[in-house]
Structure formats: C-alpha cells, structure tokens
C-alpha cells in the first residue's frame, strides 16, 4: 500500500497536507452532482471550491452554512478542518451541516459515512485533516440568504465582558479587542448586524446564471445544528 493524503486548495494554517511518500491533487474532483432548490440540498466532489459554489447558489437564494475566513477552500477542505465561521456560537461548525459523505479508505472500498451509518468514521473524518481517507463525494444542507448584500455595524467596546452581553442571540458577529488600549479612546469594536435593519437593497445579479436571489423560507431540516452535532460528542 501506498500512504497519501489529499490535499484541497491549501489554505490550510501550516502544512496540513503534505505526506512523505503522495500527496494528491483534488481541485478537478470539483463536479456538482445535485441541488435541490426547494430544500437547499446539495451533492457535490469534495475538490468543489467554495468561491465556485457561492457563483451558483447566491443567485438562487442559498448560502453554505459556515464559511471560514477565505472562500477559496475547498468542500473537503472545509469537512477536514471542520472550519468554523462568525456564527460558531450558534450554527456550530461546518461539519453539523454534513448530511453524509462519500470516504474512500486505503482499501479501496468506498463507504457512506452519516449519523446514521459509519457514524465513528463520521465522526472521526470530520475535522480529522484527511486522516481517515479520501472523501469524494458531500451532501451538504444550505441556508437561505435574502440578498446578496451583507449589511453591518460596528460598535466601541469599553471592555470585553460588554461585546458578550451585547451580542445575545446575534448570528453573525466579529469582535476586536486590545486590553492595552488607553481607557480615553475604546478598546474594541463589536461588529455584527444592526440592531434596526433598514428596508433590504434591491436584488442584485450575480455568478455565471444571471439570477436574482430569492426570498427567504424554511429549510428541509427541522433540527438545530446544535442538536445535529451531538453524534460528535458521544
């Protein structure tokens, strides 16, 4: 047998996919197999970057769940690293918007891992940095966006305790804090939606389709992603 480790679009902090004897090449693996566009259901190759996959699904009124700092990762890459983004505190991590995925394993079979089936190699894959195979194939559960435009403010922080308690049940937030700042001027900034959301901007085009994105409305799965990750912490 020979070792490999696959590797994505390396953005990964540190070499993560580097191996002593193969390290394989996965950005071609990028085919979208299926996308339901009622439920926001998507199948897609783990070598699928997410910058091409916002082209496709921000036109249509979908957004993947969890985005890290960068959209140019890969699918996989994101499942490896279960990544995580602005709404950690409520939506989790990428992987609790796995369905299932597709892993090749050194022995050349491929098995369906999901909460349901294989769920110790689930579990393990994700987040486990390519070490338990190769995965090829994700199903992946999206969110709806109203608009392509992201709206935001950005408030002073006096200190860290206040950006926790100003937050509450926010989704996306981001905040910036220096404890050696001097006391005349603020130490941080809180930066997440406004409180008051003015009437949303026109829809706008985007990506290879030309289409407006669409109104918002309820996705296939009534489960948080809370309780969707708990499989993970057995």
């Known amino acids: 047998t020979v070792s490999l480790i696959a590797r994505g679009n390396g ?12 390290t394989l090449e996965t950005l071609r693996l990028n085919r979208l197999k299926h996308f339901d566009a009622q439920t ?15 082209d496709f699904l921000v036109p249509q009124g979908w957004f993947v769940p969890v985005t890290p700092g960068t959209q140019f990762v890969t699918v996989g890459g994101a499942v490896a690293a279960d990544v995580h983004g ?15 995925l597709d892993l090749v394993r050194s022995d050349g079979v ?26 090829s194939w994700i199903e992946i559960q999206l969110i709806r966006v109203a608009s392509p435009w ?21 989704v996306l937030r981001s905040q910036r804090y220096d404890s050696k700042a001097s006391a005349l001027m603020a130490r941080g900034f809180l930066i997440m939606p406004p409180k008051a959301m003015p009437p949303p901007p026109p829809a706008v085009t985007r990506g290879r389709r030309g289409a407006a994105a669409t109104r918002p409305g309820s996705a296939r799965s ?4 809370r309780a969707r990750c708990r499989h993970r912490a057995r």
């Open 40 to 54: 926001g259901v998507i199948e897609c190759e783990a070598g699928l970057l997410i910058s091409d996959l916002l």
């Open 110 to 135: 491929t098995r369906r891992c999901s909460a349901r089936e294989n769920l110790d190699l689930f579990a393990a894959t994700i987040g486990g940095m390519g070490l338990t195979g190769l995965g």
């Open 222 to 225: 009534g489960r948080s992603p």
């Open 86 to 100: 602005k709404n950690h505190h409520l939506s989790g991590a990428f992987g609790c918007h796995v369905e299932w």
């Open 11 to 22: 953005r990964s902090y540190g070499d993560a996919s580097l191996s002593r004897a193969l």
């Open 150 to 170: 992201i709206l935001q403010e950005a408030l002073p922080l006096d200190s860290l305790e206040a950006g926790f308690q100003e937050t509450g049940e926010i």
